[in-house]
């Protein structure tokens, strides 16, 4: 399938200036190297700076995932090349049970946060906004600079912390005390726990300053015509991301501080009544682990969200663009993200119904918690109402899109479960958890970063990926996933609970060594696919076929009438003025009307 | 055709003054995160140490009022470009939230003295809260105080004549912000601990 079988209708081509131009921006001024690629403060250098930081972590985070996967299908059996990998942490080819704790906190931590929230929102947030609102970069590009180096600080530390002599964190990513509170309370605990707070306390300022720049970026620097209901949704998206970002981390902050105060200053906010083997009972009277829980997920759950936001815009995008057809129902999907970002700081409760929490507020969590499912379930509606008798071309970033969908509904579907408390107790911390949130946040997400890697392509870097192994990457990837996390929900409904080193003492569990074995196999095969995408990736930057014309989708939005690479400035001239929303597809008889276009005499008018 | 029009970008509100109202929302939720916290720990009834105030409390509250007071006339004072009083102005606003820090730091020492220990072993939360939110609103006066020996400095650059009055009003709307924070929790301790 070639991408350059798109009719151009010839209305959208005010600024094209050459179909191989080199775009030399507005400002243009000398560049060095260093201020080229490494201390840029170019919004799209920034954003594939994300964007490769957050490749090389969901690398190591997924590799992490097959450590820990051959320890759960084969518990008993050694492997001497995992001794050669880990060395003492795998002594005799056999992961400790202490490194497995290590690797499934490093896994989550940095899945969670650098790759599905640095660099999913980092890299498309900072590449899209002023592309697609029609500015010449963000509205503070040092900030912005700084925003990614805290980032990679950040990102650095944490690595860091893998070499340490008693291991990196291991008391889950959610860092509950007393686990990460007490140096005492395991070795994963002492230094591991040290670098890991600092580390996320940077990731915190990184997100606070790059939130502050989204935002500032999108209500003040729009261009002329785009007021906020001509927007494309990833902008919409990517806003209530930076809001709840902005909103959430603080607190999330506020929490760490205090744990700080209990690791490294004697204070009680989160220990008591505590005795440590070796060390005896601890003076530490008075505090309350619950109260982690809350600061927590008060930033936990709306940071589910923070994930899942900047894939739903881009996914809505992406759809809309290869069905031919305006996306259904605009201005619901702006009001159901704004009730998801609402709701999504009232519902945090639901991860502790089994904390002890007074069973009569959780009543009130549960109500709340199943609201979010109206505006979610309008999402999915909108979405398939858009494919409906659409013309749908079958590129890689919509089968990605089309991916997103389906295992947003089905991981969607049993949080409606889990949102009941009376089910959850039961379900709470059994591997139905870690297959309802992977399918919807985990495996969506990263479907929702490469739907749109694949579909921004052209445009970052001039060429496109190769489509043949783009659909092989898609369908492995797409039949891996529910392949290793479908199984999850008959394990987890059978009781059998997460984060445990080996299951084969439990008489209950013998039934599923097969499966589990299943489950690996197919995840180290997802995994070796990701290598081809990532091949795909690196390769098609230097060899891939070039981009020929401005606007290779066909699409109605901005970032197309730049120049195919475009400089720093984004546009040759002046900016575009915005004459229409971002949806005329297929209207009045035409493909498509860039949003450029100034509406002409007899058209039907609706935005 | 006549797609491309002027490169005006439409700036309704000066970027730095509508970056520094995200921070200040940014801000607010991390004491609001604290406070609930307090009052979290505090509804558990487990082991909750209940003591008064310490007085001082009661001055550095004027002080920071008083600085509020002065940071406002400094405004003033440079859009009336009258810099010299604006130069004095500034100062005073900085003594006064260096005096303000002082004096919550004796606060600290007054409870420590009465028994009630903030950090360390067998401190009770409900100091430790105080201290640790106190703590952190005293660092975020301290930036303010850092911001105006900068402003201060650029009042006796002579060589490069800066009219824009924006950096004053970020200055002093953070300050407001600030003290206003502080009578936010001042109210609030008075409450829940009475
Ligand atoms: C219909 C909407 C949803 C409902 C009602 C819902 C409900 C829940 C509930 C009640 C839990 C707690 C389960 C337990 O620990 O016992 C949970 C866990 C989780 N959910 Fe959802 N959820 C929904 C959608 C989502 C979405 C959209 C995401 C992410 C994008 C998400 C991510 C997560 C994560 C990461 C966890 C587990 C965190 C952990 O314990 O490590 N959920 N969900
Ligand atoms: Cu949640």
């Known amino acids: 399938m070639s991408n350059e079988q798109i009719v151009h209708t010839g209305t959208s081509h005010g600024t ?69 990998l880990l060395g003492h942490w795998a002594k005799g080819g056999h992961i400790t049970a202490e490194a497995y704790y290590a690797l499934v906190t490093i896994h989550g931590t940095v899945m969670v946060f650098f790759v599905l929230t640095a660099g999913l929102s980092g890299t498309f947030s900072n590449f899209l906004i002023p592309l697609q609102v029609g500015a010449r970069d963000m509205a503070s590009p040092f900030m912005n600079m700084l925003s990614y180096w805290f980032f990679f600080t950040s990102a650095l530390i944490m690595l860091s912390s893998l070499f340490v002599e008693t291991g990196p964190f291991s008391g889950g990513w959610t860092a509950y005390p007393p686990l990460s509170a007490l140096g005492s309370a395991s070795p994963g605990s002492k230094t591991g726990m040290d670098l890991w707070l600092i580390s996320m306390a940077l990731f915190v300022v990184s997100q606070l300053l790059g ?83 809350h600061l927590f997920w008060f930033l936990g759950h709306p940071e589910v969200y923070i994930i899942i936001l900047p894939g739903m815009g881009m996914v809505s995008e992406i759809l809309s663009t290869n069905s031919r057809k305006p996306i259904f129902g605009y201005m619901a999907m702006i009001g159901s993200l704004f009730a998801i970002a609402i709701l999504s700081f009232l519902v945090w409760a ?25 505006p979610s379930a309008i999402k999915v509606f909108n979405w398939l109402t858009t ?55 985990g495996v969506a997400g990263i479907f929702g970063m490469y739907a749109g890697i694949y579909h921004w392509y052209p445009k970052m870097f001039g060429r496109y990926m190769n489509n043949t192994l783009a659909y092989i990457h898609f369908w492995v990837t797409f ?28 008489e209950s569990f013998k039934m599923f060594a097969g499966l589990n074995v299943f489950i690996s196999i197919v995840a180290i095969i997802v995994f070796a696919v990701q290598l081809l995408f990532l091949f795909n990736f690196f390769y098609s930057m230097y060899k891939g076929r070039k981009v020929a014309s401005q606007n290779p989708w066909g699409s109605t939005t901005l970032e197309w009438t730049t120049p195919i690479n475009p400089g720093h400035g984004n546009w040759v001239g002046e900016i575009p003025e915005v004459h229409r929303w971002a949806y005329d597809y297929g209207k009045d008889g035409k493909d498509f009307i860039a949003q450029t276009t100034p509406v002409g005499a007899g058209e039907t008018v609706n935005h | 055709m006549m797609a491309t029009v002027s490169d005006q970008q439409r700036k309704r509100i000066h970027p730095h003054k509508f970056s520094l109202w995200v921070g200040m929302a940014s801000i607010l939720m991390m004491f609001a995160g604290f406070t609930s916290a307090y009052i979290v720990k505090r509804n558990d009834g487990n082991n909750w140490l209940e003591f008064t105030l310490p007085p001082v409390f009661w001055y550095s509250t004027v002080v920071i009022l008083l600085s509020s007071l002065t940071i406002f006339l400094a405004t ?21 939230g260096v005096l303000f820090t002082v004096l919550q730091w004796t606060g ?43 402003l201060f400095a ?23 912000f600030v003290d206003a924070i502080w009578i936010y929790l001042f109210i609030f301790f008075n409450i829940v601990s009475a």
């Open chain 1, 479 to 506: 039949a891996g996933a529910y392949l290793i996390f479908w199984p999850m929900h008959y394990e987890g409904l059978a009781g059998m609970p997460r984060r445990y080193y080996d299951y084969t003492n439990w």
């Open chain 1, 211 to 293: 939130g502050l720049n989204y935002i500032a970026t999108i209500l003040n620097m729009r261009t002329k015509g785009m007021s906020m209901t001509r927007l494309p949704l990833t902008i919409w998206a990517f806003f209530f991301t930076a809001v709840l970002g902005v909103l959430s981390f603080p607190v999330l902050l506020s929490g760490f501080i205090l744990l700080i105060f209990d690791r490294n200053f004697g204070t009680s906010f989160y220990l008591s009544d505590i005795f440590v083997n070796g060390i005896g009972a601890l003076p530490n009277e008075g505090g309350s682990p619950i109260l982690y829980q």
């Open chain 1, 387 to 441: 494919l409906w008798r659409g013309n749908i071309r079958f590129t890689p970033a919509m089968l990605y899109s089309i991916g997103f969908v389906s295992m947003f509904i089905s991981g969607g579907l049993t949080g409606i479960w889990l949102g009941n408390s009376a089910l959850d107790i039961h379900l709470h911390d059994t591997y139905f958890i870690i297959a309802h949130f992977h399918l919807v946040m």
């Open chain 2, 108 to 150: 600290f020492e007054y409870l420590q003295n009465h028994g009630v220990k903030l950090i360390g072993s067998n401190s009770n939360p409900a100091g430790s809260f105080l201290g640790v939110i106190t703590g952190v609103h005293m660092l975020h006066v301290l930036g303010g105080v850092v911001v105006l020996i900068v």
């Open chain 1, 16 to 84: 094209i200036h050459g179909a191989d131009d080199h775009g030399h921006g507005a400002h243009h001024h000398h560049e060095t190297f260093i201020t080229k690629y490494i201390f840029s403060q170019d919004h799209k250098m920034i954003a594939k700076q994300f964007l490769i930081t957050g490749m090389t972590w969901a690398v190591l985070g997924g590799l992490m995932s097959v450590l820990f996967r051959i320890q759960l299908a084969y518990p008993d059996q050694n492997f001497p090349i995992l001794e050669t």
């Open chain 2, 76 to 96: 003033k004072a440079f859009k009336d470009r009258n810099m010299a009083r604006y130069r004095v102005l500034i100062t005073i606003t900085a003594a006064l």
């Open chain 2, 154 to 176: 650029r009042a006796y650059n002579s060589r490069k004549k800066n009219y824009s009055t924006v950096p004053i009003e970020v200055a002093s709307t953070y300050w407001h």
């Open chain 1, 350 to 374: 639901h991860h502790m119904f089994v904390s002890g929490l007074n069973p009569f507020l959780g009543s009130f969590f549960v109500l709340l918690t199943l609201l979010i499912a109206v």
